[in-house]
C-alpha cells in the first residue's frame, strides 16, 4: 500500500479511538462513568496500524486484547455505541455491562473478552489460533508480557508454527513501575530465542507496516514502543510532556488530517451525547 | 465381554476425535502406557496434541482451543497438576459462556492415584474446581458412568472436569445404590471410595449393621436424590460424605447441603489434614474398609447407646 494512504487510513481509525477515549476522559471527569476504566490514549497507533493492515490483507483475525483495549475495539471495527453503552453499565453494552472497560468482547469483530488476569490472553490465543489455524493477534502490555505462562504460550506457538502475531504494547510501565526496574531483558529477544521473528520497533505506523510480509505466514512477536497519555485507570495525567503520536502524525499529514480529525470529533461527540440523553 | 472403565475411555476419546474433528491434549500422552491405556495411540496430525512442561499456560492454550468449539479433550495425568492448569481454565473458560456468552466447552479428564508417590502426585482435588461457577464436575468409576459424563458433555456446552480414578480404570461392573427404609446409616462415597464403602458395607452388615449406600455420581450440580432424601430421613443416625479429597472442600460442602436438606446428622472422612509422603508409612490414603468400618461403628455405637 502507497505510504501516504495507508497512514491517512490509520490515522483515521486511531482519531475514532482518540475523540473517543477524550470523551472517556470527559464522562470520567463528570462521574458518568463509574467502573475502572482503562484508557488507551497514546497508544492507538498500534492497534489502528494492525487493522489498517488487515484490512489491506483481507484477513479478519482472532483478537485477544488485555484491559487496555477500547482502541483494539474500535479500529477493529467494533461497534462504538455498543462501547459507550458498556463503559455506562448497560444491558446494550457490548458485553451487557458485563464486560465494564476490561472485559470487552465482540463476536462481530472475533475480538474475544479478557479475564482480568494479566497475561492470560497470552496462551489462550495461542491455543484459539492452534485449533482453528486461523490468523490471530494477541495484544499484551509489556508487563503481561512477563507472565510466565505469556512465556510457556509462545514456546509452544513456535514450536507449533502457527498463524500467530503476539504484539506488545510496550509503554515501559506496570501501572508506575518502569520496565528497567522489572527486567533487563526484552521480549523481542526471548521471541528470537524462542525461534520466532522478534523486533522492538516504534508505534509509527509505517514501522509496522514494514513487517506485515511476515504476518500470519510464521508466529512473530513485535514489541511496539509507546506511551500512555493518561493514568494507568481513570482520566488523571502523570506528565504533560509524553510524547504524543497522535499530534506528530496530525502534524505530518497537514491538511488532511485535520480534515479527518474535526470531522471524526465531531461525529464521537455526537454518539456520546446521543447515548447519554437515553 | 464386558468392557472396562479403561476401554471405554480409550473408545469414547477415538471416536470423539473421529467424528468432532476433535483434539486430546496433554503431557506425554505417548509416554509408556499412554496414560493406563486411555488415551488411543493416534499420531499429532490426528489429533493427539502434546503440550510442554508450561502446565499453567497448558491451561489457557486448551481454553483457547475451546474456545474454537472442537471440544477438546484435556488430560491431566496427576490430579495436583490441576494447581498450575485449574487457573486459567477455571477464570477463563469457565466464565466465557456467561461474560461473553462464548460457550467454550473442554472436557478434563483429571486422574487420581495414590500411594507412595508424594505430596503433589496423588488422590482427587476435584475441590480445587468446586467453589467456582460455570463447571460441573463428576466422577465415574464404572463404564455406564463415564458414558454419562461423556453424554452430558456434548449435550451441553459447559466446562466439565472429570475426576477419574486410576483404581477404576479395570472395573466392569456397575455400582448400584442400597437404600430402604429403616438403616442406622447410609455412606456417601465420591470417586474411589466407592470400592472400600461397597466392602466396608457388607462387614458391617455380618455384624448386625444396617448400612446403606448412596454413590455420588455428580459432585456439581449436587441434586439430592429423592430416595437418598428419603431414606436418610428414616435412617436412626444420617449418613457419612467419603472421599478422596481433603475435607474441608467438596465433602464438608456436600455434608452440609445433605444437613440441610434432611435436617439429620452428617460426618465426613477423606484425606488427613496433612501432606502425603513417598513411604507407606507416611501416604495420605482416603479412607479405608477398615476406616470406614471404625467410624461407621463409632457413630451407631455411640448415639445408639445414648
Ligand atoms: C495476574 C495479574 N497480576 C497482576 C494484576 C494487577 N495489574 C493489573 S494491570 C497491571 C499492569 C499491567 O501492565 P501492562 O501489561 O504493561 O499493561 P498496561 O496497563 O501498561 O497497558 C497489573 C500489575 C492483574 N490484573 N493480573
Given at each position: 500500500m502507497n505510504e501516504k494512504i495507508f497512514r491517512l487510513k490509520t490515522f483515521e481509525k486511531a482519531s475514532y479511538c482518540r475523540h473517543f477515549e477524550e470523551e472517556v476522559i470527559k464522562n470520567l471527569k463528570l462521574k458518568n462513568i463509574n467502573i475502572p476504566t482503562y484508557v488507551s490514549a497514546g497508544q492507538e497507533f498500534i492497534a489502528a496500524s494492525m487493522a489498517t493492515i488487515c484490512e489491506d490483507l483481507k484477513i479478519k483475525p482472532l483478537i485477544f486484547g488485555q484491559h487496555r483495549c477500547h482502541s483494539i475495539y474500535i479500529s477493529f471495527g467494533g461497534d462504538k455505541v455498543k462501547l459507550i453503552d458498556e463503559l455506562l453499565g448497560r444491558k446494550t453494552g457490548c458485553t451487557k455491562g458485563m464486560g465494564g472497560s476490561a472485559s470487552i468482547a465482540s463476536k462481530e469483530i472475533n475480538m474475544f473478552g479478557h479475564d482480568g488476569l494479566?497475561?492470560?490472553?497470552?496462551?489462550?490465543?495461542?491455543?484459539?489460533?492452534?485449533?482453528?489455524?486461523?490468523?490471530?493477534?494477541?495484544?499484551?502490555?509489556?508487563?503481561?508480557?512477563?507472565?510466565?505462562?505469556?512465556?510457556?504460550?509462545?514456546?509452544?506457538?513456535?514450536?507449533?508454527?502457527?498463524?500467530?502475531?503476539?504484539?506488545?504494547?510496550?509503554?515501559?510501565?506496570?501501572?508506575?513501575?518502569?520496565?528497567?526496574?522489572?527486567?533487563?531483558?526484552?521480549?523481542?529477544?526471548?521471541?528470537?530465542?524462542?525461534?520466532?521473528?522478534?523486533?522492538?520497533?516504534?508505534?509509527?505506523?509505517?514501522?509496522?507496516?514494514?513487517?506485515?510480509?511476515?504476518?500470519?505466514?510464521?508466529?512473530?512477536?513485535?514489541?511496539?514502543?509507546?506511551?500512555?497519555?493518561?493514568?494507568?485507570?481513570?482520566?488523571?495525567?502523570?506528565?504533560?510532556?509524553?510524547?504524543?503520536?497522535?499530534?506528530?502524525?496530525?502534524?505530518?499529514?497537514?491538511?488532511?488530517?485535520?480534515?479527518?480529525?474535526?470531522?471524526?470529533?465531531?461525529?464521537?461527540?455526537?454518539?456520546?451525547?446521543?447515548?447519554?440523553?437515553? | 465381554m464386558e468392557k472396562t472403565v479403561r476401554e471405554i475411555i480409550k473408545e469414547t476419546s477415538r471416536d470423539h476425535i473421529k467424528k468432532n474433528n476433535s483434539l486430546i491434549f496433554g503431557q506425554c500422552l505417548s509416554a509408556v502406557g499412554w496414560v493406563g491405556g486411555t488415551v488411543p495411540e493416534l499420531t499429532e496430525k490426528e489429533g493427539l496434541i502434546e503440550l510442554s512442561m508450561a502446565d499453567v499456560a497448558n491451561g489457557?492454550?486448551?481454553?483457547?482451543?475451546?474456545?474454537?468449539?472442537?471440544?477438546?479433550?484435556?488430560?491431566?495425568?496427576?490430579?495436583?497438576?490441576?494447581?498450575?492448569?485449574?487457573?486459567?481454565?477455571?477464570?477463563?473458560?469457565?466464565?466465557?459462556?456467561?461474560?461473553?456468552?462464548?460457550?467454550?466447552?473442554?472436557?478434563?479428564?483429571?486422574?487420581?492415584?495414590e500411594g507412595s508417590i508424594g505430596p503433589v502426585a496423588g488422590s482427587s482435588q476435584h475441590s480445587i474446581y468446586f467453589k467456582m461457577p460455570g463447571i460441573k464436575i463428576i466422577s465415574?468409576?464404572?463404564?455406564n458412568e463415564y458414558l454419562i459424563a461423556y453424554k452430558d458433555f456434548m449435550k451441553n456446552d459447559?466446562?466439565?472436569?472429570?475426576?477419574?480414578?486410576?483404581?477404576?480404570?479395570?472395573?466392569?461392573?456397575?455400582?448400584?445404590?442400597?437404600?430402604?427404609?429403616?438403616?442406622?446409616?447410609?455412606?456417601?462415597?465420591?470417586?474411589?471410595?466407592?470400592?472400600?464403602?461397597?466392602?466396608?458395607?457388607?462387614?458391617?452388615?455380618?455384624?448386625?449393621?444396617?448400612?446403606?449406600?448412596?454413590?455420588?455420581?455428580?459432585?456439581?450440580p449436587f441434586l439430592i436424590k429423592k430416595e437418598w432424601e428419603k431414606a436418610v430421613i428414616k435412617s436412626k443416625f444420617g449418613g457419612v460424605v467419603l472421599d478422596d479429597d481433603y475435607t474441608d472442600g467438596v465433602a464438608s460442602n456436600l455434608a452440609y447441603q445433605l444437613i440441610k436438606r434432611t435436617k439429620k446428622n452428617f460426618e465426613v472422612m477423606g484425606l488427613k489434614d496433612r501432606s502425603a509422603g513417598f513411604s507407606k508409612t507416611t501416604d495420605n490414603l482416603p479412607p479405608s474398609k477398615e476406616e470406614i468400618i471404625k467410624k461407621c461403628k463409632e457413630i451407631i455405637d455411640k448415639k445408639g447407646k445414648l
Open positions: 494479566m497475561g492470560s490472553n497470552g496462551p489462550i490465543g495461542v491455543g484459539a489460533c492452534f485449533a482453528t489455524n486461523h490468523p490471530t493477534i494477541v495484544f499484551l502490555g509489556d508487563a503481561a508480557a512477563e507472565e510466565d505462562y505469556v512465556l510457556g504460550g509462545l514456546g509452544w506457538a513456535s514450536t507449533k508454527n502457527i498463524p500467530l502475531i503476539t504484539v506488545v504494547e510496550d509503554n515501559n510501565l506496570s501501572i508506575l513501575t518502569e520496565k528497567k526496574v522489572r527486567r533487563n531483558w526484552e521480549m523481542s529477544d526471548v521471541a528470537k530465542s524462542f525461534k520466532m521473528q522478534g523486533y522492538n520497533i516504534d508505534d509509527d505506523p509505517i514501522d509496522l507496516l514494514k513487517y506485515s510480509e511476515i504476518f500470519f505466514k510464521k508466529p512473530c512477536l513485535l514489541n511496539v514502543n509507546t506511551n500512555r497519555i493518561f493514568w494507568h485507570a481513570g482520566a488523571g495525567k502523570d506528565s504533560d510532556d509524553t510524547f504524543d503520536r497522535y499530534e506528530e502524525e496530525k502534524k505530518r499529514l497537514g491538511e488532511d488530517a485535520l480534515a479527518i480529525d474535526k470531522k471524526i470529533k465531531e461525529e464521537i461527540k455526537n454518539l456520546w451525547k446521543k447515548q447519554l440523553e437515553k | 489457557g492454550i486448551v481454553a483457547g482451543a475451546g474456545l474454537s468449539n472442537r471440544r477438546p479433550i484435556y488430560v491431566i495425568r496427576y490430579q495436583g497438576f490441576n494447581w498450575f492448569n485449574a487457573s486459567i481454565i477455571l477464570n477463563y473458560a469457565c466464565k466465557s459462556k456467561e461474560i461473553w456468552n462464548v460457550p467454550c466447552p473442554i472436557f478434563i479428564r483429571g486422574i487420581a492415584m465415574p468409576m464404572t463404564p459447559d466446562v466439565m472436569y472429570v475426576s477419574e480414578h486410576r483404581g477404576s480404570y479395570s472395573n466392569t461392573k456397575e455400582l448400584n445404590d442400597h437404600l430402604d427404609d429403616n438403616l442406622d446409616l447410609i455412606l456417601f462415597p465420591i470417586s474411589i471410595t466407592r470400592f472400600e464403602a461397597q466392602k466396608a458395607k457388607i462387614e458391617l452388615e455380618k455384624e448386625g449393621y444396617k448400612i446403606g449406600i448412596a454413590n455420588i455420581l455428580w459432585i456439581k
